[in-house]
C-alpha cells in the first residue's frame, strides 16, 4: 500500500508539474506577444503624434527656412539669430502688458474693471505674430505685423483683432 501511494504520489507530482511547465511556457509566449502587439501600438501612436506636431509647427519661425533666411541677410548685427528672436519678439509684445489701460496690441479698449492682457505668442514667420489674450472675462486673438528697427527695438502693427462671445 506504501508503495502505490507513493506511486500515485510521484505520477501526481509529475502531472502537476507537466502542467505548470506548460502553462507557464504558454503564458510567457502570450506575454510576449501582447507586449509586441503593445509596442507596434506605442509606435504607431508616437507616429502619429510626431506627425501632428509637425503639421502644427509647419508656421512656425523654426521651421520656415525662407522667414530664417530673411535674417541671415537683415541689416541688424544683434538680432540676426532666429532661435533668439522669438523669445526677444515676445518679451518685447509681453512687456506691453504692464500698460495701464492694458496691452495696445490687443485691438480692445477695456471693457470692464480689468485690461486685456496678452497671455501666449507665436512668432509665425519672419513678420507675422499671433497672439492670445483675455481679461478675464472676454477672449480674443489678434494678428500682429512686427518689425525690427535699425535701433534693435521692435514695433508692432494689428492686423486683425477678434473678441470670443461669453
Given at each position: 500500500m506504501k508503495k502505490s501511494l507513493l506511486l500515485y504520489a510521484l505520477i501526481l507530482s509529475l502531472v502537476f508539474n507537466?502542467?505548470?511547465?506548460?502553462?507557464?511556457s504558454k503564458e510567457v509566449t502570450f506575454e510576449q506577444e501582447k507586449n509586441k502587439k503593445t509596442a507596434t501600438k506605442l509606435r504607431d501612436s508616437l507616429q502619429l503624434v510626431t506627425n501632428k506636431?509637425?503639421?502644427?509647427?509647419?508656421?512656425?519661425?523654426?521651421?520656415?527656412?525662407?522667414?530664417?533666411?530673411?535674417?541671415?541677410?537683415?541689416?541688424s548685427e544683434k538680432i540676426r539669430n532666429y532661435v533668439a528672436l522669438v523669445p526677444y519678439v515676445t518679451e518685447k509684445l509681453m512687456d506691453l502688458n504692464a500698460?495701464?489701460?492694458?496691452?495696445?496690441?490687443?485691438?480692445?479698449?477695456?471693457l470692464g474693471a480689468n485690461k486685456f492682457s496678452i497671455n501666449k505668442v507665436k512668432v509665425l514667420?519672419?513678420?507675422?505674430?499671433?497672439?492670445?489674450?483675455?481679461?478675464?472675462?472676454?477672449?480674443?486673438?489678434?494678428?500682429?505685423?512686427?518689425?525690427?528697427?535699425?535701433?534693435e527695438s521692435v514695433s508692432f502693427e494689428i492686423i486683425q483683432s477678434v473678441i470670443y462671445q461669453k
Amino acid at each position: 500500500m506504501k508503495k502505490s501511494l507513493l506511486l500515485y504520489a510521484l505520477i501526481l507530482s509529475l502531472v502537476f508539474n507537466v502542467y505548470t511547465y506548460m502553462y507557464l511556457s504558454k503564458e510567457v509566449t502570450f506575454e510576449q506577444e501582447k507586449n509586441k502587439k503593445t509596442a507596434t501600438k506605442l509606435r504607431d501612436s508616437l507616429q502619429l503624434v510626431t506627425n501632428k506636431l509637425s503639421d502644427a509647427d509647419y508656421f512656425s519661425l523654426e521651421k520656415n527656412e525662407n522667414a530664417q533666411n530673411y535674417f541671415v541677410s537683415a541689416k541688424s548685427e544683434k538680432i540676426r539669430n532666429y532661435v533668439a528672436l522669438v523669445p526677444y519678439v515676445t518679451e518685447k509684445l509681453m512687456d506691453l502688458n504692464a500698460n495701464p489701460k492694458g496691452n495696445p496690441y490687443t485691438g480692445q479698449v477695456q471693457l470692464g474693471a480689468n485690461k486685456f492682457s496678452i497671455n501666449k505668442v507665436k512668432v509665425l514667420n519672419h513678420r507675422w505674430i499671433i497672439a492670445d489674450y483675455s481679461d478675464g472675462e472676454y477672449w480674443g486673438e489678434v494678428l500682429l505685423k512686427y518689425f525690427i528697427n535699425d535701433d534693435e527695438s521692435v514695433s508692432f502693427e494689428i492686423i486683425q483683432s477678434v473678441i470670443y462671445q461669453k
